[in-house]
């Protein structure tokens, strides 16, 4: 399983984008980069999922260069109720086990 | 919305007490999965399952056991619950064709936060 490194934590105010990046150095040719949220006493969440260049939904934003050994997920104009950690994971096609790590635990302030 | 629950949300018992944590999905996912979290820590797999009668252990070695007998169903099991087995316990399936050409997406259930004394 390709190892991912993010940052502990991250604060931002209310209102501003926010990015997170991962690093996947050793990410495999048919390897997935997949982000999660979750807040307290809750399961994580899917966020979205990217396979190279760039995904967008109603929630974010994935970038994924061209060498895939990073991502950044970015939250547009970010609200206090965004205060959760993420998850950066890469994972093959047919899902084996994800495993997850520390996370971004990103705090937003008014 | 994902249909996947888990029972009980809380439980607080005795040293030595056998407990079972309950997991049940209804989407007809064959990926099942059981992670285990302390508080503000990060999740650990302990436990996966990619069809009925298939099991293996996580990366997080535990004491626990699991079962599959039916797809919708993935309990886990303590036979002997000691103070070190305090934590919140998630449940979660997959299914890898959800989205196409993707790796799939997992959903958790609410969790079962295990008290033990």
């Known amino acids: 399983l390709a190892k991912t490194t993010q940052p502990i934590s991250m604060d931002s105010y209310e209102g501003q984008e926010v990015n997170i990046t991962c690093s996947h150095n050793?990410?495999?040719?048919?390897?997935?980069i997949t982000w999660y949220q979750q807040f307290p006493s809750q399961g994580p969440r899917f966020i979205i999922q990217?396979?190279?260049t760039k995904v967008t939904n109603e929630v974010a934003s994935l970038f994924i260069p061209a060498d895939r050994k990073s991502s950044t997920l970015s939250l547009p104009r970010v609200s206090l109720s965004d205060t959760a950690v993420y998850y950066c994971?890469?994972?093959?096609?047919?899902?084996?086990?994800?495993?997850f790590g520390k996370g971004t635990r990103l705090s937003v302030i008014a | 919305e994902a249909d996947i629950y888990q029972t009980p949300r809380y439980l607080v018992i005795g040293t030595g007490k056998k407990i079972t944590l309950e997991c049940s999905q209804t989407?007809?996912?064959?990926?099942m999965y059981w992670y285990q979290q302390d508080p503000g820590m990060e999740l650990h797999l302990i436990h996966y399952s990619y069809g009925v009668n298939s099991t293996e252990k996580g990366d997080l070695s535990s004491e626990s056991t699991v079962s599959r007998i039916r797809t919708e169903h993935f309990p886990l099991t303590l036979e002997s619950a000691r103070p070190s087995h305090t934590s919140q316990y998630l449940c979660?399936?997959?299914?890898?064709?959800?989205?196409?050409?993707?790796?799939?997406?997992?959903?958790f259930g609410e969790g079962s936060r295990l008290t033990v004394l």
């Open positions: 050793n990410i495999a040719t048919n390897d997935y």
């Open positions: 989407m007809g996912h064959d990926k």
């Open positions: 990217g396979y190279k």
């Open positions: 994971l890469v994972a093959k096609r047919e899902n084996t086990p994800l495993v």
């Open positions: 979660a399936s997959s299914d890898p064709l959800a989205i196409a050409g993707s790796a799939g997406e997992l959903f």
